[in-house]
């Protein structure tokens, strides 16, 4: 445990953030993209942690809880509207769901 | 009773604030009563006034009623305050007077039509607005009321808007004497900067020596308010408007057109007389113009169909003698003529009228004829006029006023023979163009019959009038005739003495009367001949190509429309059409286009994908981390 | 320890990656509950049991387990979806995976350039994250339970649906 170096558990973080971030912004499917947010969720969380171990707090695990509370409501929110939405659009396809635009005047934005 | 001079503008300012308000509401009596008493009272006022003036005359023959500071600015603080002298007098008289006589036609005339109230309304504040221009005693009162006839003129020619011609015709006067007022007020800024006020009183006082005569400024000046002169008397350059004003009522064109609001021109060169002196130059000028314009005016009358249009050049060429005498420095001369033109101008228009009237809206003289028999009052009360505007001698006024005129433009040292020769050419003119209006319109055989008589309400003050133009003359002839100066007398305190270059010229002066009285027949006799005699004679000459052009060229007052068409009104009417979509708008509309602009160029960018939202956040946390980190 | 955190590390990434790249749904879920189970391996390692121990029950085992119901329910994943996820298409993923390598060394400049001298990581007790919890947090806790009431409120209410159809047994009376 001494020995582990916190640069490197910092990078191990944003690491696993970036690539977090890359999937929000690759997937198509809306829950899909919905997991992509969680493993950036889990990537702040670690890095949260992090700091709680290096200085000896517990302030750390204690926002590592709330985020994890957080995210599980949000999840749990969030899949209840993809599901309604499916119910609609029945497709969860992010692409094809643009109807809140400014482009097309047929469009029923502002 | 000099203290109620007050009341004199007021009380007809009065009647147009009640006749405004509530005119609709009232019966054709009440409205009558109100309309033509409060000018009624105001010209027993002045009657009452003017007797005490004259028999105990205040201290230095003025009175001064200073009511209010009306503002205070920048060390200029003009006043309403009323200035009573003889020349101010002189004119609150004609003023009220033939206004009242002009009221109490209207009330018949105008009764049966539906703007009775409205027409009366108007016609109390015009008195107003005159009374006030005449009594101001600095000049920002004076253009007070200067503007104010300029408004009740639109309003009044325009009276029946309902047709656009009227309109046209009011719009048409308006502009017109909106270029004069232009030049007015251009000249009383320059008279603000060099004197600091605009008190008549110190300005007039302390010219002399402020001054060199002749000095650029001085002349400017007067150039200045030459301008606004012969804007509002219709003079050259600026007469078009006077002729198309003729499509106001009858009653209009009498008061505002013949008898006062043309001669407000007159007032403002003869209050300002020192500064005028001060620039020969201009004073030169004044004579030029007016001797030009009786000529031009008097040559167009002679060919006028609508007896309305003969009376309007008529007036045209009458200011002209006014204007001439100025000029030559016959103030008294030219303001008697302007009492006596206000009698029997307004006299032969209410007449016209009254001709008008009872042959149910026919002007053409042509189509009128015979009425000599069956209309007798108005017959003779014309007949007084146009002796009067003839200037026939011994009997009318006219011969009076137009007589000094004539002399003076011979005999004083700014006078000369070309002055008097177009004087005595316009008096030639004068009287042939009036007796063939008589001739035309009252005998020969009647080709319009009469549908209604005037009533009492028209023809009184037809009478008064008539009797006012022959026996107005006598109070003021020359000097081989009685020598009597009452007129001159009441002036001379204000007005200088006309300086006369040959002295001892009694029989010269004999000889002009003489001439003068022969051409006046001869116009007459001249008059019979062409148009009751032998009519065919001067149709075969219209029918031939330089006659029919000459005939033309002086029917449209001698193209000066087409003139200022072309010239002015052709590239400013092409300039506002280029500016139809207001050029001076785009830059204050230009904020609003550059949003919309740059919203329709940013607006794809709101795609409605939510990736591309998540970039965009992406994209700002990258930012967002940089500024903070490097910056 | 230090061997265990990084393999347990290079095991995360990976399996991140793969979760991120995969067409079929299910697979890309079952690769990310790998990826939390070793980024629990690293929270232990680091010292926190206590997180560590959450980070499996409830993220790896509740709400994963979510997102792999929804995905089972709503029948995605099959072969009809794998056409339309074309995501090795350069195009698509050069853009986000500049702006994360951008991001990424960003953020590990601004790790690397501590001016605090690193010091050692230490363990820290599950007591001390409770007593911490219960007092000093206290507010947060019952925020947090307010929270996760409104998140099943908000649930229920978006997933009701009224029934179309009755129960066969209680069709015909």
Not at chain 3, 140 to 165: C, D, N, P, Q, W
């Amino acid at each position: 445990m001494e020995q582990i170096p916190v640069e490197q558990s910092l990078l191990l973080a944003a690491l696993l953030f970036g690539i977090g971030l890359v999937g929000v912004l690759i997937r198509k499917n809306m829950i899909l993209m919905m997991m992509s947010v969680e493993i950036m969720l889990n990537a702040a969380g670690m890095a949260f942690i992090i700091a709680g171990s290096r200085w000896a707090q517990p302030d750390g695990q204690v926002m590592f809880i709330f985020i994890l509370t957080m995210a599980a409501a949000e999840v749990a929110v969030g899949l209840a509207l993809i599901l309604k939405l499916f119910h609609l659009q029945k497709s969860i396809d992010a692409d094809e769901m643009t109807q809140m635009n400014d482009i097309t005047e047929a469009s029923e934005s502002n | 009773m000099m203290r109620y001079l007050w009341l004199v503008p007021v009380m007809p300012l009065l009647g147009f604030l009640v006749l405004a308000f509530f005119g609709r509401n009232l019966r054709k009596s009440i409205i009558t009563l109100i309309g033509t008493g409060t000018v009624g009272l105001s010209a027993l006022l002045v009657i009452l006034i003017g007797i005490e003036f004259l028999t105990s005359p205040p201290a230095g023959n003025a009175f001064t009623l200073k009511l209010w500071t009306w503002m205070s600015s920048g060390g200029l603080s003009p006043s309403i305050a009323f200035y009573l002298d003889g020349l101010s007098l002189a004119f609150i008289f004609v003023v009220t007077f033939v206004g009242f006589l002009i009221h109490v036609y209207s009330s018949e005339y105008m009764r049966d039509d539906e703007g009775f109230a409205r027409f009366l309304a108007f016609m109390n504040l015009f008195v107003s607005a005159m009374l006030i221009l005449v009594l101001a005693d600095n000049l920002a009162l004076m253009y007070l009321g200067w503007e104010g006839v300029g408004l009740c003129s639109f309003l009044l020619i325009g009276f029946w808007y309902k047709e656009s011609a009227n309109a046209a015709a009011a719009r048409k006067a308006f502009i017109v004497t909106r270029v004069g007022d232009t030049a007015m007020a251009l000249g009383l800024f320059l008279l603000i900067t060099e004197f600091n006020t605009l008190d008549i009183r110190s300005i007039l006082e302390t010219a002399p020596a402020h001054w060199t005569p002749g000095s650029a400024k001085v002349v400017w000046i007067a150039f200045l308010l030459l301008g606004g002169a012969v804007g509002k008397s219709a003079q050259l350059p600026l007469q078009t408007w006077l002729p198309d004003a003729m499509a106001g009522p009858s009653p209009v064109s009498a008061l505002i057109h013949a008898a006062t609001m043309v001669t407000a021109g007159v007032y403002l060169i003869a209050r300002n007389h020192v500064v005028f002196e001060l620039a020969p130059i201009a004073m030169k000028t004044v004579a030029i113009v007016g001797a030009s314009t009786l000529l031009i005016a008097g040559f167009a009358a002679v060919v006028q169909y609508d007896i309305k249009r003969v009376l309007a050049y008529s007036t045209i060429s009458q200011i002209g003698y006014m204007f001439l005498a100025l000029g030559v420095g016959a103030w008294s001369a030219g303001i008697f003529h302007f009492m006596i033109h206000a009698f029997f101008k307004a006299l032969l228009f209410l007449g016209a009228g009254a001709v008008i009237h009872a042959l149910h809206h026919e002007q053409n003289i042509f189509k009128m004829g015979g009425l000599r028999k069956e209309m007798p009052v108005i017959f003779w009360t014309f007949l007084a006029g146009s002796g009067a505007l003839a200037a026939l001698p011994l009997v009318t006024a006219g011969f009076y006023s137009k007589d000094a005129i004539l002399w003076y433009s011979w005999s004083s040292e700014k006078g000369s023979l070309f002055l008097w020769a177009a004087a005595f050419l316009g008096a030639f003119i004068t009287s042939i163009y009036t007796f063939r209006m008589v001739f035309i319109t009252f005998w020969g055989k009647m080709k319009t019959h009469i549908h209604l008589r005037p009533g009492r309400a028209m023809l009184i003050p037809l009478v008064v009038l008539a009797v006012l133009s022959i026996i107005g003359g006598f109070l003021e002839t020359p000097h081989n005739l009685g020598h009597i100066t009452l007129f001159s007398g009441m002036l001379s305190g204000v007005l200088p003495e006309v300086h006369i270059l040959h002295s001892g010229a009694e029989s010269t002066e004999l000889i002009l009367q003489v001439l003068t009285a022969l051409t006046g027949f001869f116009g007459i006799y001249l008059a019979w001949h062409f148009w009751m005699k032998k009519p065919g004679f001067l149709f075969r000459l219209k029918q031939t190509r330089a006659g029919a052009a000459l005939h033309h060229w002086w029917l449209t007052g001698w193209g000066f429309d087409w003139v200022y068409d072309l010239l002015i009104i052709r590239p400013f009417t092409w300039l506002s059409n280029i500016n139809k979509n207001d050029i001076v708008d785009y830059i204050s509309i230009a904020p609003s286009n550059l949003v919309v602009w740059l919203h329709n160029l940013t607006r794809r960018s709101q795609n409605g994908n939510l990736r591309w939202y998540a970039a965009g956040i992406a994209l700002g946390l990258i930012i967002t981390l940089t500024i903070a980190l490097f910056l | 320890m230090l061997i265990a955190f990084y393999i347990a590390g290079v095991i995360a990434v990976v399996s991140t990656i793969m979760a991120v790249t995969r067409s079929n749904a299910v697979h890309a879920l079952l690769y990310l509950i790998v990826s939390f189970l070793a980024a629990a391996v690293v929270l232990f390692v680091l010292g926190a049991h206590f997180a560590a121990a959450l980070e499996v029950i409830v993220y790896a085992g509740a709400i994963m387990v979510l997102f792999v119901f929804v995905i089972m329910m709503l029948n995605i994943g099959g072969e009809t979806e794998k056409a339309k996820e074309r995501w090795l298409v350069p195009k698509r993923w050069i853009g986000p995976a500049l702006m994360a390598a951008i991001l990424f060394a960003i953020l590990s400049y601004a790790i690397l350039n501590q001016p605090v001298a690193t010091a050692s990581l230490s363990i820290v007790e599950p007591k001390t994250v409770g007593i911490s919890l219960y007092t000093q947090y206290l507010l947060g806790v019952e925020i947090a339970a307010v929270m996760l009431m409104a998140g099943i409120i908000g649930a229920f209410h978006l997933g009701y649906t009224k029934r179309k159809s009755k129960h066969r047994f209680l069709k015909g009376e």
